[in-house]
Each structure stands twice: as structure tokens, then as C-alpha cells.
């Protein structure tokens, strides 16, 4: 009987098995039990088998011609065994022919119409694309000691594949990085339209109006037609103007003057200097005190914008308009009664613009205007403890993850404001693609050697030069770090978004630390290792 796999299952190491081992083996034992086995004949008159090599030395013709056969026929076996091994599957039982002896396996091939189709090979839904190495390297810019701690993150803005990181999902402080995220909240809270109005109304006593402030610290004291440091500003001469006429044309007023002015700032709840801000910020021309009623952000010179600023803005504010109101007028502070009747109004530009303002230069009064009116207008108060609620929950609306997010002011001088990198890529992502009214956002970014805080004569100098026009991205400062965020149109023409800290013990040249590796993203676009 050939040596021919049975079509039912064996328990490997069992009796069977071993015994129709020994069958294909040895070609001598051939004799085959009822049941199909085969079972070894014992001759005694033969001499001992030879083992190994000797085995297969055949001792007469007809032995070697059956040693072939057999020889060959283990090798059919053995292949047969190799190719179902490497097919996808086999048929669980073999067909067998009316008169085959049960337990014989009927030989198939792909020419026999009996012969089962073999199932197709599993097809891959949807194919996985291959990914590419990226090979551009920024290590020794992304190294630079000017960095002290360094957080970074950046992003292909097209795939939102993260391509460089550097702890950035860690929440740290930002420095005016933040405006980014003030901005934001504005555009969902107040809308791009929305502008801050300052009024006069009546007072409660004869000869009585009052000053009221809507949080605009653009308003000037600036004769009309002339610019302030803020452009296209209201002026409060012109507010003045018509308040006296409004009131002159009444007829209740029984031609009795304006001769008591009534300063309300109350839109705005103290302090107006936030605990962790330094002192010197104020002296040194940067940050005045947040209240709802000023003038040109309360700075000592109006077409300055580094002017230092004073203790008691709304005192400033009252002056200047009984300057140009006229006549002999008491000044006080308090509210305006309910309900009280309107004499006059201006306006701020609308928000859309006051971001513009706010990001090109940094300007954190401006910062600070915003973060308090989204404040007030989510109903979160009026104070710098309502900006982390009241921001956080402008920013959700664009569906990020807020997690670890303080908000502790608008403008980031704080060191106490913290925001993971990996944010502000995310967010960058939606800027760049102008989604909602986040252009607004992306229209007040400094353009790197061209307006802004990056066309001062220290950023994108020299061999950073070659992003000049390229960058679109906000520059951040504070004693304890230096920031950059924003946009890159890569060489490649990939689209960028990144987020840079380099915090700690750090000088000034830490910009220009910032500037080379911003660059170096520029120059690898899409190709950027983060090896």
C-alpha cells in the first residue's frame, strides 16, 4: 500500500500516527490491517535491519527499485505537506469516488471539475498608505542654549500630523503667545462686529450728566482728525460735542450749563492690577490699570505707543472731557441711574480690527479690553477671576481639548497663564484655514521682516532672512520667557503650524534662538524629522 495521508485527523503522537511513520519509513512493512493501517510483519529468519546511512543502501534490485518508489513517494508526500501549508485553506474533508475504500484520499487537480474552487485571498478594506521617513533635521538649532527650557510643537497644518515635538503637551506660561487665545474667545463671545460704546446720560440732579465707560481704551483725547496710537479711534471731543448740544436742544434743562460730571467705570470690577503682574510694567510704559473708562489706554503720550502710564485712569479720562466740554464742571465718581436718558455715544472699531491692533504690536491694554468684555458679556463677572472661565469657555466652540488652560489675563504678562503648545497648533490649524471668523486672528499675525514685531531690526535678520514673508506668527515676551507661535508657509509649499517656549533663565537673545529654528522649520516644510 502507498504511503497516502489519511483524510482524518490523527492525534499526533499516538499509535496510528507512529505507526504509519514507520510505514512510509520503511517500505518492508507492508501489510495493511482491516481498517486501512498498516501493520508491520515480523520475518525472524531475516538479519537485523541496518540503521542509519546503511539503511538506504539497497540490497538487490527489486529492493532499490521499491526504495526508489518509496524514496520518491515521501517526496510527493513532502510536498503535498509544503504547498497545503502554504495555500490559505484547504477543504476540510477530500471527496472520495463510489468504490474507493474508505479512508483513501481521491488525488484532485485544478483540471478536475469535482475539484472544490479554492476560497479568494482575504482583500484589505481600505489599503494603509505608506508613510514616509522624514529626513530634515533641526537638532542643532532645536539645541541651542539661548533656548533654557525648551517646549515646541509643530504641525503639518494640511495632514494635522505632528511632525516636531518637544513636550508639548505640557501647560506652560506663554507671554503674550496668549492674545492668540483672547482673540479667539472674542470672535465666539462678542463677535467680529461687536464694538465697545461709551455714552453720556442724564444725571440725576440739575445740571448733571454723566460719563460712562463701555471698556474702550482706544477712546482718545485727541482732537478729531488727528490719530492716536490707535487708528480710527473715537474721539472724545466729538463725544463732548454732542452731549452738549443734546443737551442745549432740551428744553427741560430751562438753559441751565452742564455743571457737574459724573465718571462711571463700574463695567469693570478692581483691582485694576493683576497681583502677579510687575509694578514696573506701568512705569515702564506697557500695561495700564484695566478699567471700563480711559483715554488712549491711559498713556502719557497718545501717539506713543511704549508711554508710560498713571495711577488713576479714570481721573485722566474725566479731565480730558471736561476739557472739552467747556466751563466750570465738578467732577465726582458713580453710577449712572437706571434707565437714564442717552445724550451721546461713540464707538469703537469693531472687534474684528481691535484684534488686529491688539496682535501686530502685542498691545496688551487692548488684550486686557477684550478679555474683560468677554467676560462681562458671558455673564462670568467682571473681574480677572472671571477671564478663566469666561475665555475657556469661548475657546470651546472650536473643539479642542482645553485641558490645562489658566487664563489668569488676557494680554499673557502673567506668569501664571498656562497653555500646552500643542493647543495653540491646533488652533493655528483652523487660523490658517480662516475657519469661522478666525481670519481676523490670522490677518493680525506679525509677518516676519514685515510688519509688526517682526519687522524690528533683531527678528529675522541675517540668514533668517529667508523666511522674511513666509513667518505669520506672535511674538511673546515676559522676564522668565520668550515665545513664538503661528504659521509657516514652508519652502516646500506645506503649510506649518507651530508653537515655540524657551522659558527659564533666559536673555534676550533668546528671540534670535527662535528666529533659527523657526527658519529651519521654514527651509524643511514637510520633511521635518523630529529626530
Not at 533683531?458 to 504659521?487: E, M
Amino acid at each position: 500500500m502507498p504511503c497516502a495521508r489519511r483524510s482524518g485527523s490523527v492525534t499526533r503522537g499516538s499509535r496510528h500516527s507512529e505507526t504509519r511513520s514507520r510505514w512510509c519509513r520503511d517500505p518492508d512493512l507492508h501489510a495493511v490491517s482491516p481498517s486501512g493501517y498498516p501493520v508491520a510483519v515480523v520475518n525472524p529468519g531475516l538479519p537485523p535491519r541496518p540503521r542509519g546511512i546503511s539503511a538506504l543502501l539497497p540490497r538487490h534490485r527489486t529492493v532499490t527499485l521499491l526504495s526508489a518508489g518509496a524514496t520518491a513517494f515521501a517526496l510527493l508526500c513532502g510536498g503535498a505537506v509544503f504547498a497545503g501549508a502554504s495555500a490559505p485553506s484547504a477543504p476540510s474533508a477530500p471527496s472520495v469516488s463510489a468504490g474507493q475504500p474508505a479512508g483513501a484520499t481521491r488525488k484532485m487537480s485544478t483540471a478536475d471539475p469535482a475539484a472544490p474552487a479554492p476560497p479568494p485571498r482575504p482583500t484589505p478594506e481600505s489599503e494603509t498608505p505608506a508613510s514616509s521617513v522624514r529626513t530634515c533635521s533641526v537638532t542643532e538649532a532645536a539645541t541651542d542654549p539661548r533656548l533654557a527650557t525648551f517646549q515646541a510643537q509643530v504641525v503639518n497644518a494640511n495632514t494635522g500630523e505632528v511632525l516636531f515635538d518637544r513636550d508639548g503637551i505640557t501647560a506652560s506660561r506663554t507671554a503674550s503667545v496668549l492674545k492668540v487665545l483672547t482673540a479667539a474667545a472674542a470672535l465666539t463671545v462678542l463677535g467680529p462686529d461687536y464694538r465697545a460704546t461709551t455714552t453720556v446720560v442724564r444725571g440725576t440732579e440739575p445740571g448733571e450728566v454723566v460719563l460712562v465707560g463701555g471698556g474702550d481704551v482706544t477712546l482718545s483725547r485727541t482732537p478729531s482728525g488727528e490719530e492716536s496710537v490707535y487708528a480710527a479711534a473715537p474721539h472724545l471731543d466729538a463725544l463732548a460735542a454732542q452731549a452738549r448740544a443734546a443737551w442745549n436742544a432740551d428744553p427741560a434743562n430751562d438753559g441751565v450749563p452742564i455743571r457737574r460730571l459724573v465718571l462711571d467705570s463700574s463695567l469693570f470690577g478692581g483691582p485694576g492690577w493683576e497681583s502677579s503682574w510687575e509694578r514696573a510694567e506701568l512705569g515702564g510704559g506697557y500695561m495700564p490699570e484695566i478699567t471700563a473708562l480711559q483715554v488712549d489706554g491711559d498713556r502719557d503720550d497718545p501717539y506713543s505707543r511704549t508711554s508710560a502710564r498713571s495711577t488713576d485712569p479714570i481721573a485722566r479720562a474725566g479731565a480730558a472731557f471736561v476739557d472739552a466740554l467747556g466751563g466750570d464742571v465738578e467732577v465726582t465718581r458713580g453710577t449712572a441711574p437706571a434707565d437714564a436718558a442717552q445724550l451721546a455715544a461713540v464707538h469703537s472699531q469693531p472687534v474684528s480690527i481691535l484684534i488686529q491692533q491688539a496682535l501686530i504690536v502685542s498691545d496688551n491694554a487692548l488684550a486686557e479690553m477684550l478679555a474683560r468684555l468677554v467676560a462681562v458679556r458671558a455673564g462670568a463677572g467682571n473681574t480677572f477671576a472671571a477671564l478663566q472661565g469666561a475665555v475657556v469657555g469661548g475657546l470651546q466652540p472650536y473643539g479642542l481639548d482645553t485641558s490645562g488652560i489658566v487664563i489668569a489675563d488676557g494680554s499673557g504678562l502673567s506668569p501664571d497663564n498656562a497653555v500646552p503648545p500643542s493647543y495653540l497648533t491646533r488652533l493655528l490649524v483652523k487660523v490658517n484655514i480662516r475657519e469661522g471668523n478666525l481670519g481676523a486672528v490670522f490677518d493680525g499675525l506679525p509677518v516676519a521682516g514685515r510688519t509688526g514685531s517682526l519687522s524690528y531690526s533683531d527678528r529675522f535678520a541675517g540668514d533668517n532672512s529667508a523666511a522674511d514673508g513666509a513667518v505669520f506668527a506672535k511674538t511673546g515676551w515676559i522676564d522668565t520667557g520668550y515665545t513664538l507661535a503661528g504659521i509657516i508657509h514652508a519652502a516646500d509649499g506645506v503649510p506649518l503650524t507651530f508653537a515655540l517656549y524657551a522659558l527659564g533663565n533666559v536673555s534676550d537673545n533668546a528671540k534670535q534662538a527662535l528666529d533659527t529654528l523657526t527658519t529651519a522649520f521654514y527651509r524643511c516644510g514637510g520633511n521635518l524629522s523630529n529626530n
